[in-house]
């Protein structure tokens, strides 16, 4: 049914804390039952099998890239695949990278006042950027449910995600600072001869991407992504002329990698020249699937998750989302 949406409101969201509940109260208002602002996972998921039932096709979600997953997870578990709802992204957390790419542009009142203008004019879907949903699956591990969001990263990146949770580091920044406070942190514990020795040295790690296959062996860092874009012009990852670029983009980077300083420059500025494409230390593409095998906790917006006592974990792209624009 078109011309109606639901909020997915999360009032712990650090924006929303300090925003009051003039908000809120004025959303519950106009929305009634569609407005959702659940005490937990479990009733998060209750609201949207409900809202699936009803044949929801559009769902603003109020929070950080946290309570984004969240919902995406519970969309995967009870839309259908051909049947998915339209999201609307409204930035109101600690993390907010996926707003950056496929956010709905402005939140609050000011969002609240357009959806319902859209809404109206059955007109929610008028202006969408597509992008697919990254699922984490854990093959052997019985029970245990998929979950889903859109940035995914190891080893290195772990690390520098425990860096940025740390209160001297969140409470003065705004995550996606604080994740490159972090990273220039975690550079400097490279300074050091004992730092340097344990970071570069990596985690286990194994992959096979497409025809890409790494067998387990140390890895200073690994990414993937179903974004497409992210702050500050950063975009770590390259694929062969010609080969798609659309699903999960993802890098890997062996342990005690040759040019680390200049390559982190480099990427950290998108550019990704020849040199740095040859270099075997070094290692991206796209693909719609990728196997893992690892021995520590990976991260998946921004939440840190074991791979479970099989150490197996396979990423894996939903079916296209519509990510509303305003």
Not at 147 to 157: C, E, N
């Amino acid at each position: 049914m078109t011309g109606r949406f639901a909020l997915v409101y999360n009032p712990r969201s650090r924006r929303n804390v300090n925003d009051g509940s003039l908000y809120a109260r004025t959303a519950r208002s106009h929305l009634g039952e569609n407005f959702i602002d659940p005490a937990d996972r479990a009733h998060l998921d209750n609201h949207i099998a409900d809202l699936a039932a009803r044949q929801m096709d559009c769902i603003a979600i109020d929070g950080g890239d946290g309570t984004v997953s969240d919902v995406m997870t519970a969309v995967h578990r009870h839309y259908a695949p051909d049947r998915l709802p339209a999201l609307a992204i409204l930035p109101s957390g600690n993390t907010n990278l996926i707003a950056g790419d496929v956010g709905f542009g402005m939140r609050g009142i000011e969002a609240l006042e357009h959806l319902l203008t859209l809404a109206a004019s059955d007109t929610l879907r008028r202006n969408v950027r597509r992008r697919s949903g990254l699922v984490v699956e854990w093959p052997e591990a019985d029970g245990r449910e998929p979950v889903v969001g859109m940035f995914h990263g190891a080893a290195a990146f772990t690390r520098g995600i425990e860096l940025a949770h740390q209160p001297a580091i969140l409470n003065h920044y705004a995550h996606e600072t604080a994740v490159v406070v972090s990273f220039l942190s975690s550079v400097a514990q490279l300074l050091t001869r004992r730092s340097r020795q344990e970071w570069m040295q990596g985690d286990p790690i194994g992959i096979k991407a497409g025809k890409t296959v790494r067998p387990q062996e140390n890895c200073f860092l690994f990414l993937s992504t179903t974004l497409q874009h992210l702050p500050y012009g950063i975009w770590p990852f390259w694929t062969d002329h010609g080969a798609r670029d659309d699903v999960i983009n993802y890098l890997h980077v062996a342990a005690s990698p040759s040019r680390l300083l200049r390559t982190a420059v480099t990427l950290l500025r998108g550019r990704h020249p020849g040199w740095l494409r040859r270099n075997p230390d070094y290692c991206s593409g796209c693909e719609a699937r990728i196997e893992m095998t690892l021995t520590s906790d990976f991260v998946l917006d921004g939440e840190v998750l074991s791979p479970g006592a099989s150490g197996r974990i396979t990423l894996s792209s939903t079916a296209p989302i519509d990510f509303i624009q305003a």
